[in-house]
């Protein structure tokens, strides 16, 4: 039977496995095309070009070419040779492929391409920020979490300065209201010192926290139950405060959380006319020989 040939394609040989009985296989035609694909959108900025190989079994007869089923799992040149391997016969069947045919099939793959192919990248509506092509979720929500910090940073400081100036109110309030006593106890004046300077210390935590948990580390800290009071006014104040801050600082930690975790995924398509063929080749791949 005379082989498949077809004016002005190139023909190339695909290697057989190693430890393969090369007198039990028989070449197989299909047809492998080296495109140049390039997805572009304006919106997210992106001109991203590949360099793909497609290979598909040609059809016998007057039957339809399936772009769905690889024929095979080319990756380089390397594993192409110029010429048949002597040993192996070639598959018995109804080929009858024109040049035309050829061209169809060709143009069958770059509609279908055109019709299923999506480049999908992540994408974070808030900020409109979007991932690079080939990058993970895990190395495109880090850009979503310092967005997310620039956007919390001034209400965080705002928020900081507000409490601290509660309590030096306080602070001003106990140092007239100590001014205005005759007496008052050393013990007394450096108990309601020592409240104070507790309360700022575990203010400056609960902030100083919060910057942490925005990179990563943990939650904002429960407040430390405080002892040995002996002025309940005080108490009440500084914990009022304390409570405040606490709540308003584990909204804003709630906010953050929403903004850095946010993204969807954003599909580009392909135009018909940015899929270009570099090279076209009638492949023999070597199969089990079924005669």
């Not at 190139?10 to 299909?30: K, V």
């Not at 997310?148 to 409490?163: G, Q």
């Amino acid at each position: 039977m005379e082989r498949l040939s077809i004016e002005g394609i190139q023909e190339f040989w695909y290697h057989p496995t190693d430890g393969q009985n090369r007198r039990q296989l028989a070449y197989r035609p299909a047809i492998l095309l080296e495109c140049s694909i390039n997805f572009r959108s304006l919106r997210a900025g992106l001109n991203h070009s590949e360099e793909r190989t497609y290979s598909a079994w040609l059809p016998e007869a007057d039957l339809a070419i399936d772009w769905d089923k690889p024929a095979v799992d080319f990756t380089t040149l390397s594993q192409l040779a110029t010429r048949p391997d002597a040993s192996i016969a070639f598959y018995n069947g109804n080929y009858q492929t024109t040049r035309d045919e050829f061209d169809q099939h060709e143009a069958d793959l770059i509609n279908k391409l055109a019709r299923s192919e999506r480049l999908r990248i992540f994408f974070n509506p808030v900020f409109g920020l979007f991932s690079v092509p080939g990058d993970t979720l895990e190395e495109f929500l880090p850009r979503i979490a310092e967005a997310a910090l620039s956007r919390v940073e001034p209400e965080l400081k705002s928020l900081r300065n507000r409490f601290e100036l509660q309590l030096e109110q306080v602070r001003e309030a106990q140092g007239l209201k100590g001014s205005r006593v005759e007496e008052i106890s050393f013990e007394s004046f450096m108990a309601h010192k020592l409240h104070l300077f507790e309360s700022e210390n575990r203010m400056a935590d609960m902030f100083s926290t919060l910057a942490g948990t925005v990179f990563g580390t943990t939650e904002p800290k429960p407040l430390l139950e405080v002892v040995h009071w002996q002025d309940a006014e005080l108490r009440e104040d500084l914990d009022r405060i304390e409570q405040e801050a606490s709540e308003a600082l584990r909204a804003l930690y709630s906010e953050y959380l929403a903004l850095a975790n946010e993204y969807d995924i954003f599909e580009i398509g392909l135009q018909a006319d940015n899929i270009q063929v570099a090279r076209r080749l009638l492949l023999w791949v070597p199969l089990a020989n079924p005669q």
